[in-house]
């Protein structure tokens, strides 16, 4: 008689266990990757807002001002693309805080400053960005951490 056992695959208890394991290695993993993702989507926003400022000096170059749409980054966006400077982006959660603004000095149109909510108030580019109020928009990250730059002739 054999003491080899004939017995296949694995008992119920096993399986639970490796299944617990593996679920507990998977929110280790994403409780440390949370804040790459949050930094991930702050270098959007400022890359996003770059992207926007080069179709602004492209827009100028065509029409001689910035487009007139102060607040309404839906219309700025479609603006920018009919006067073919591309694609503009959208805040990466795109909802609450968490969307792009635009002002532009009415009448004038001589120059304009462009907003994103980032979520890491300690980002080093928040020293280097322009802080105040211009029209409803209120660039202030000594509270929150709105990035904003501004352009212009």
Request: with cysteine; proline share 3%; aromatic share 8%.
């Amino acid at each position: 008689m054999s003491l080899i056992s004939s017995r296949r695959g694995f008992t119920l208890i096993e399986l639970l266990v490796a299944i617990a394991i593996v679920g507990l290695l998977a929110s280790v993993v994403l409780l440390g990757l949370g804040g790459a993702r949050l930094k991930g989507r702050d270098a959007r926003r400022i890359a996003d807002l770059r992207t926007v400022q080069n179709a602004l000096e492209f827009y100028i170059s065509r029409n001689g001002v910035y487009p007139n749409n102060t607040g309404n980054w839906i219309a700025l966006t479609t603006a920018l693309n009919n006067s073919g400077a591309g694609r503009i982006p959208t805040d990466p959660l795109n909802s609450g805080v968490n969307v792009y603004s635009y002002y532009t000095n009415s009448g004038v149109q001589d120059f304009y400053v462009l907003k994103a909510m980032l979520e890491d108030i300690s980002n080093p580019v928040l020293q280097n960005d322009i802080d105040g109020t211009f029209g409803s928009l209120t660039c202030d990250d000594t509270v929150t951490a709105a990035y904003c730059v501004r352009g212009g002739l």
